[in-house]
């Protein structure tokens, strides 16, 4: 079980804060606050999950928390993405995930990225089948999509695993 007293250690923070910081140049709209970067990267960073699954990706900032979260604790990372659209929903000339490919490329091979409309909570199944150990959702909070994708999800959670949390969106 995830200890979140463990998740304010000062290494975590600092790290956490360092990446936050260099994703700041670039204006990322709608990118996580630096709580939500400390909670993210501490978290695979102590669970050190085999498998992750992101669901809403946006600028990519939360996937190069994931997988540098879960390196720096010495795991071996697998993160499979999902997001309905191609491109940034604010700024259109950007591919989803744009961040990760450009200011973290040695992420790539642990990376898989789906996107499209047809990225739904049954293609998230035919690739993550089971053992996910961390599965962060942060997709619209407009909807209840992102419950549905939270439900569609469990079965393939490893026993231990989180099996996930929303941020709530900020207003």
Not at 26 to 42: P, Q, R, S, T
């Amino acid at each position: 079980m995830l200890d979140p007293v463990k998740l304010i250690d000062n290494e975590i923070v600092e790290e956490a804060s360092a990446l936050y910081k260099r994703a700041a140049s670039f204006n990322l709209k709608g990118a996580n606050f630096l709580g939500d970067a400390i909670v993210i990267f501490g978290a695979a960073r102590l669970l050190k999950p085999q498998i992750m699954c992101e669901v809403g990706v946006a600028s990519g900032l939360s996937s190069v928390l994931l997988l540098e979260g879960c390196l720096r604790g010495g795991g071996d990372p697998n993160l499979y993405a999902y997001d309905t659209m191609d491109n940034l929903y604010y700024d259109t000339s950007k591919r989803v995930g744009f961040y990760l490919h450009q200011e973290a490329p040695h992420l790539s091979k642990y990376y898989q990225l789906h996107t499209g409309s047809a990225c739904n909570a049954a293609s998230i199944m035919d690739h993550c089948k089971s053992n996910i150990g961390l599965a962060y959702i942060d997709a619209s909070h407009a909807n209840p999509w992102a419950a549905l994708d939270v439900l569609a999800l469990l079965p393939a959670m490893e026993p231990g695993g989180i099996s996930c949390w929303m941020r709530l969106a900020s207003t």
